[in-house]
């Protein structure tokens, strides 16, 4: 454990390309065969510190659904152990991101974050299949992942002046209580929303989300279609033709 502690020291001091196997040996005030014969090779030890970091947040994660008494409860949980205070520390924190620099490179680092993520997206589909339809748990599930990864990384590349632990975990919150809202209502039968009063939720098909983010993308036809039918007023598409007798009027 001790060498794997001063691992995590010199990736965060002097990053990966300075944490070498004679480094890690030279802080640890022991030889650099002895770490070798424990860990093979630099990446053996790197992945074997990955484990470590990676291990800590599943502790984390049990502690939490310990406490956890509803489906909500326990997608929270995962977000406050992978968003922890602990993973905003600047030691632990700088050690992560260069791990997840290697993950690419690395066999080893890459295995140990399959199943980091697949773990995390485990724990997050199980739950929220108990409060909304499973294609909608599994889309909201990878939402909350790439979200907890986003803002952890925005918060270490903006070093740890964007956000801490609290304010990221706020914003998750947020985010999915907002969305279990939304799904909460698009799930309401049409007559019970009418009867009730209730404004209707309208669900964007898949051609109108792409519209929104590429207005370009709104029809196939060649290129001008989309504006000269964007700029019809709605009573030149509606207008009923001239008569006949009309017309001749008009051309006398």
């Known amino acids: 454990m001790q060498l794997i502690e001063v691992t995590i020291d010199s990736l965060a001091e002097v990053g990966f390309v300075g944490t070498t196997l004679a480094e890690i040996a030279g802080r640890a005030g022991v030889s650099p065969g002895l770490v070798a014969h424990y860990f093979g090779d630099k990446d053996g030890l790197l992945e074997a510190a990955f484990r470590t970091l990676a291990r800590l947040v599943g502790v984390k994660l049990s502690e939490c659904l310990v406490l956890?008494?509803?489906?909500?409860?326990?997608?929270?949980?995962?977000?406050?152990?992978?968003?922890?205070?602990?993973?905003?520390?600047?030691r632990v924190g700088t050690a992560w991101l260069a791990f997840w620099g290697q993950v690419l490179h690395i066999e080893g680092l890459k295995r140990v974050q399959r199943a980091y993520q697949r773990r995390m997206l485990s724990n997050l589909r199980h739950d929220l299949r108990r409060m909304i339809p499973g294609e909608a748990a599994r889309s909201?599930?990878?939402?909350?992942?790439?979200?907890?990864?986003?803002?952890?990384?925005?918060?270490?590349?903006?070093?740890?002046?964007?956000?801490?632990?609290?304010?990221?975990?706020?914003?998750?919150?947020?985010?999915?209580?907002?969305?279990?809202?939304?799904?909460?209502?698009?799930?309401?039968?049409?007559?019970?929303?009418?009867?009730?009063?209730?404004?209707?939720?309208?669900?964007?098909?898949?051609?109108?989300?792409?519209?929104?983010?590429?207005?370009?993308?709104?029809?196939?036809?060649?290129?001008?279609?989309?504006?000269?039918?964007?700029?019809?007023?709605?009573?030149?598409?509606?207008?009923?033709?001239?008569?006949?007798?009309?017309?001749?009027?008009?051309?006398m």
Not at 173 to 196: M, Q, Y
Not at 217 to 222: E, I, K
Not at 223 to 248: D, F, K, L, N, V
């Open 68 to 90: 956890a008494r509803t489906p909500r409860q326990r997608v929270q949980a995962v977000i406050d152990a992978a968003l922890g205070p602990e993973n905003f520390d600047r």
């Open 140 to 251: 909201l599930a990878t939402m909350i992942a790439a979200m907890i990864d986003g803002v952890w990384l925005r918060a270490a590349l903006s070093e740890w002046q964007e956000a801490d632990s609290e304010s990221a975990r706020a914003l998750l919150t947020a985010f999915i209580d907002g969305r279990l809202r939304e799904l909460a209502r698009s799930s309401v039968p049409d007559g019970s929303r009418a009867a009730s009063g209730a404004e209707p939720h309208l669900v964007p098909r898949a051609e109108d989300a792409i519209r929104v983010i590429n207005p370009a993308a709104c029809c196939s036809a060649p290129p001008g279609c989309c504006a000269s039918a964007t700029m019809r007023s709605p009573s030149s598409r509606h207008a009923t033709p001239a008569s006949p007798s009309r017309r001749r009027a008009r051309s």
